[in-house]
């Protein structure tokens, strides 16, 4: 069962739109930073910033992705950028790692971590790949003789190469999510999948300073209770992950910069299993079977996001009537015609409702009369670039092309997809 998208013919009137989706959400990261840093906050509102100093890794990772898609389509001065990503790099690379690792939360004017919670205040794993992902495009992009962009590369190269990949196995096969300077492993998070943490294993494989072992990877990440699957829902039969498939971001953290066309190992074609992933959440919210108001086949995108109650991971198996802008804005390469569907109701009847300074906002539930107040990193960022690699394949082909991620694909035994420079 192959289920590639159908060919999708943009109009002036859709590539219009799609170029205010991706310019507005960028201003996330570029008006709504950290005004010391640049780096990105957690989360803004619809009428102020917040009024601290907390930024986060893997929000600011894909900050740096958007300032590359700003740059390549003449939105942002490429030397402009050049400025904003050396401050970022800076502040994190002087910032207090932990083996390498940096913190999910850190002060942007300092540097100094903020702890997640009391147990989980020093290195993250996932966040620091995620802020890798980006960073590390920002270095394949910006890569010319210019003094100031060898600078940047330089530095972002350190970044990578301080992360002690093999120091957050514990000597296992598995990697751990975080370890503390006051309470070491406390917490003692396998990171098994699946789920959106394909990126930190790959990076870990094709690191040049502290690699992990490739069983780390097969033993650990592929043995997961929720790695395979294989059973039908919405009439799609899924390959990997939980039941339902679990939310959306599974499909987008870790593919911002890792293309899935063509990327397979022995598990599964990421390809297939991202596209099956994306239709089994459109079908599922299409069906409606818990009645929630406003869903349907313009309505559509369960991932984690803000909440009537907090902040949520939803998903068919979590499904409490809110939909995220960001779950479907993100699945254009998977599921085009559904989410121009979708992009086309948020900015039509909805815009009202949704739209604000920094994009759409986070979430909404019409069963409770809700709207979110806020803008997330890690839901923006995705915005901008999934739908570039909709449009161009711009971060596709910069990410895929970098010595180290293809050393890693190897290490662990994918099958690449033909040289990124052939893509189109």
Request: hydrophobic fraction near 40%; glycine fraction near 10%.
């Amino acid at each position: 069962m192959t289920l590639s998208p159908p060919p999708v013919t943009l109009s002036a009137e859709d590539d219009a739109l799609l170029d205010l989706v991706q310019r507005q959400s960028l201003r996330f990261f570029d008006e709504g930073g950290h005004p010391v840093s640049g780096l990105a906050r957690d989360r803004s509102f619809i009428d102020r910033d917040p009024a601290n100093d907390l930024v986060c890794a893997g929000g600011s990772g894909f900050g740096a992705m958007a300032f590359v898609v700003a740059v390549e389509r003449g939105w942002i001065a490429r030397g402009a950028a050049v400025e904003r990503l050396s401050a970022m790099v800076e502040t994190l690379g002087r910032a207090a790692c932990h083996h390498g690792m940096l913190p999910h939360f850190l002060d942007g004017r300092t540097g100094d971590t903020i702890p997640f919670s009391p147990q989980d205040n020093g290195g993250d794993v996932v966040e620091t790949a995620l802020a890798l992902q980006g960073f590390l495009c920002a270095r394949a992009y910006f890569n010319g003789e210019d003094a100031k962009e060898r600078a940047l590369a330089e530095a972002i190269t350190a970044l990578y190469a301080a992360a002690e990949w093999d120091f957050y196995t514990q000597g296992r096969e598995v990697l751990y999510w975080h370890w503390s300077p006051t309470s070491g492993w406390a917490l003692n998070h396998e990171i098994r999948g699946w789920n959106e943490c394909l990126i930190a294993y790959v990076l870990a494989a094709g690191s040049p300073t502290h690699p992990i072992k490739p069983a780390v990877y097969h033993q650990g990440f592929a043995a997961g209770r929720d790695f395979r699957n294989g059973r039908v829902f919405e009439g799609i039969e899924l390959l990997l992950g939980p039941e339902g498939g679990g939310p959306l971001f599974f499909t987008q953290y870790s593919f911002c910069g890792l293309d899935p066309r063509g990327l397979a190992d022995r598990y599964a074609d990421y390809w297939e299993q991202n596209r099956r992933h994306t239709l089994i959440n459109y079908r599922y919210c299409q069906r409606n079977p818990l009645g929630h108001k406003g869903y349907g086949a313009a309505c559509w995108g369960l991932t984690a996001s803000d909440d009537p109650d907090g902040y949520a991971a939803h998903a068919p198996t979590n499904d409490t009537g809110v939909i995220s802008p960001t779950a479907a804005l993100s699945a254009f390469p998977y599921a085009p015609n559904e989410a121009m569907a979708a992009l086309r109701h948020f900015s039509g009847p909805l815009r009202d409702q949704l739209w604000g300074r920094f994009g759409f906002v986070d979430a909404f539930c019409p069963s409770r009369d809700w709207t979110a107040e806020t803008f997330l990193a890690i839901d923006q960022g995705p915005v901008v670039a999934m739908i570039e690699n909709f449009r161009s394949g711009l971060l596709w082909r910069l990410f895929m092309a970098i010595p180290e991620v293809r050393a890693g694909l190897q290490a662990l035994d994918f099958r690449l997809p033909p040289s990124p420079a052939a893509r189109t």
